[in-house]
């Protein structure tokens, strides 16, 4: 037997949060007082503070998370074997505007940062040259299409020539194809490749005379276009094209830009029973204070705001975007339903695994990226986000299928929490933040920074003002983030349709 201690979230609560693991007869501490564990309890895992009868709600944030399906006792653990979700199908959903809390800015914090300032106005954070196919089958000509110029063209002010493969553009019908051109076309417009090799085959779906109408807002000098069965040798004339692009990216020096010109994808993956403690209110708080120097911040990961999405909608800055907003979640059910998918499978076997027991808890911990600003619009998928503030992008949760969206958004980078770990990185630079100190302590090499020392003491003001520097040296160019040390950049396409 030995104390140890756990974590009460909200007054309201009446479940504790297992700091560490316990075991059958333990003493935990907590802002109550004392309690006798009953059983083994897992790291993060959830610790019933009382009686609990069958039907009744399980609370935590201060919010039901599901109810006791079985009377659980006090000290007994609250997980999927005792607790099941609240949630069903659609909702009928009422606009209940809230004042917004003023936002603060802290005198002291950078109100700039050092960026390329593109033709068209828009702003990058890195001098790359990127590749980007119309057709998963010209992916490996791609690949070595990078290589080639990666090292004759990296240097003297570009950061490097990167290619992202996808299995798309042929066989592709109506919507899905659509998805795989507005994505594309995002990437194509992003702000830090400075020059883009558009590559298609020739006889795809998407080829590139039908690529071209959705890259109108693309200036001519950034893009150039190669159809492989039209050339006898690509790789010199890729190289031919190339090096165009490298001598009109050297055109751009780094400038000092305001603040407001930032984007930033906020996604979490990987999530654990500290994710909506530590990390994810973190992120947060970043939001908010970039969003107060007119920056903007863009949340994704739609279904995994089943269960909170009226925290959400109520911060909508009016009517109109409050639908919008109600048209994005109902949307996504109706894609589970079209699909005879249940709509709350959530949460994935790796965040039961990390404590997470129902959708409404991980979307109650999933939405805290946001912060408390007002959210001002709702981005459809692949199309740039272009108002100040905090915005929902239209994507789902899968990891990777996300971040493309919030990159084709317009994000220069992207703030991604994790409780477990992941070495995956999106096409621009993708900043790890773990939500328990193990975790960074095991992975360093996958993550940048550490939000566990919140429950060891340290003050949330004070480590948002540390990741705040932080994004800004990044978004200066002054460090990388590990997924661009490691070379972990990809992207995924949304697929929703008939391939023939």
């Known amino acids: ?49 009382t009686d609990i009868s069958a039907g009744v709600h399980i609370m935590k944030y201060g919010y039901p998370i599901g109810h006791a399906t079985v009377a659980i006792r006090k000290g007994q653990w609250v997980h999927t074997h005792n607790v099941k979700t609240n949630l069903s199908g659609k909702v009928e959903y009422q606009y209940e505007p809230l004042v917004p809390r003023p936002l603060e800015l802290i005198p002291e914090l950078p109100t700039y940062f050092d960026g390329y300032v593109r033709e068209n106005g828009d702003v990058g954070i890195r001098n790359e040259i990127w590749i980007l196919n119309t057709v ?54 992003h702000p830090n490749a400075a020059g883009v090799l558009v590559l298609g085959l020739g006889c795809e779906n998407n080829r ?28 010199e004339e890729g190289m031919k094209l190339l090096r165009e692009l490298a001598d009109y990216a050297r055109s751009f020096k780094r400038e000092r830009v ?84 249940v709509i709350y499978e959530n949460p994935s076997p790796g965040n039961k695994d990390g404590g997470i027991t129902t959708l409404e808890e991980k979307s109650l911990g ?16 692949g199309m740039p986000a272009t108002k100040p503030g905090l915005s929902l992008v239209q994507a789902p949760g899968n990891d990777m299928v996300s971040v493309t969206a919030l990159t084709a958004a317009g994000a220069h980078l992207v703030l991604f929490t994790t409780g477990r770990g992941t070495p995956m990185g ?14 960074f302590e095991k992975k360093r090499n996958w993550i940048d920074f550490n939000a566990g020392s919140l429950v060891e003491g340290d003050d949330i003001q004070t480590l948002a003002a540390s990741l705040y520097n932080a994004v800004i040296d990044i978004a200066s160019g002054r460090v990388q983030t590990r997924n661009e040390k490691n070379g972990c950049r990809e992207i995924a396409i949304f697929k929703d349709g008939v391939t023939l």
């Open 136 to 189: 998963g089958c010209v992916n490996k000509a791609a690949e070595m299409l990078a290589k080639m110029a990666d090292m004759e063209l990296r240097g003297g002010g570009i950061d490097g020539v990167y290619h992202f493969a996808h299995p798309y553009g042929c066989s592709q019908l109506g919507d899905d194809l659509q998805y795989t051109q507005k994505a594309l076309a995002g990437l194509v417009r």
């Open 1 to 49: 037997m030995c104390a140890a201690k756990a974590l009460r979230i909200q007054g309201t609560d009446n479940v504790l949060i297992a700091m560490a693991p316990l075991s059958a007869g333990d003493i935990v501490e907590h802002s109550s007082g004392t309690l006798q564990v009953m059983e083994d309890i897992p790291r993060g895992h959830k610790i019933a503070l």
């Open 258 to 341: 305001p603040l407001s010109e930032l984007k930033i994808g906020l996604k979490c993956g990987g999530s654990d029973g500290f994710s909506g403690i530590t990390a994810n209110p973190l992120v947060g708080a970043v939001s908010d204070l970039v969003v107060a120097q007119g920056g903007t911040t863009l949340l994704t990961e739609v279904p995994e705001m089943f269960g909170a999405e009226t925290i959400l909608m109520h911060r909508a800055v009016d009517e109109g975007v409050f639908e919008n907003v109600v048209s994005l979640i109902d949307d996504f059910k109706d894609y589970y339903t079209r699909h005879q998918q």
């Open 366 to 381: 999933c939405t805290q990226k946001g912060g408390t600003s007002p959210v001002v619009d709702v981005v459809p998928y």
């Open 426 to 439: 999106a096409a621009v630079p993708t900043v790890k933040i773990s939500t328990n100190t193990s975790l």
């Open 208 to 235: 590139i005379q039908e690529f071209r109408p959705f890259l109108k807002d693309v200036p001519e000098a950034k893009i150039r276009f190669l159809a492989l069965q039209d050339v006898e040798d690509e790789f």
